[in-house]
């Protein structure tokens, strides 16, 4: 059980090794994510998975009560004493175009979590700059890169941005120099 103090990170591992002993793999992505690899930079209020083959309210409802969480009549779960929330996007999982099929396991004490990589969250964070502007993504993804600097590839990121940027007239190219920018700057 979740003890009322506890941080996304827990809240986190607590769904993936109870999801995990229910029999499904659920992939940690988005926000949270980026506050695995970088709580100094960026804190999330909810924990996003992404749930290899498909949301399975039999398994799900069950396996996240016993940590305390109940559904919400607008699908995500709540926990009556801890202020974050847990949703389940649609998948597959991916990142614009690219499907991810590989992440990223770790464990602590008796507890499992399946998160996307270094590489993969700095995308997925800069896939919402790229494509809606959001600023705070920006500020995320090069935290985590930066953070994750011995984890963060940059050749992968920027290969695929400029596919990306290719494939899309609405990306704009030179906001991946913007990324470049920061992430070379030092405060």
């Known amino acids: 059980m ?19 002993a229910a029999g499904k793999c659920a992939v940690l ?11 100094a930079a960026y804190q999330s209020l909810d924990a996003d998975f992404i749930l ?45 175009r690219d499907v991810v099929t590989e992440w990223r396991t770790d464990h602590r004490n008796d507890q499992l979590l399946h998160v996307l990589t270094p590489t993969d969250s700095a995308r997925d964070r800069f896939i919402a700059y790229y494509a809606w502007s959001d600023y705070s993504a920006l500020l995320a993804a ?11 590839d940059r050749k992968r990121f920027e290969h695929w ?23 070379a700057h030092r405060d």
């Open 52 to 96: 290899q083959f498909g949301v399975t309210r039999k398994v799900v409802d069950p396996a996240l009560a016993a940590i305390g969480y109940h559904r919400t009549p607008y699908g995500m779960y709540a926990h009556e004493a801890i202020p974050f929330t847990v949703e389940f996007p649609a998948g597959p999982l991916r990142i614009g």
């Open 142 to 152: 090069v935290a985590v890169a930066r953070t994750q600097a011995k984890d963060f």
């Open 161 to 183: 941005a400029r596919a990306e940027a290719r494939a899309d007239s609405a990306y704009d190219p030179a906001r991946l120099d913007t990324f470049f920018a920061l992430l």
């Open 29 to 39: 992505t988005g926000g949270s994510a980026a506050t695995y690899y970088a709580p």
């Open 2 to 20: 979740l003890e009322k103090d506890a941080t996304l990170i827990d809240v986190a591992f607590a769904v993936c090794t109870v999801l995990d």
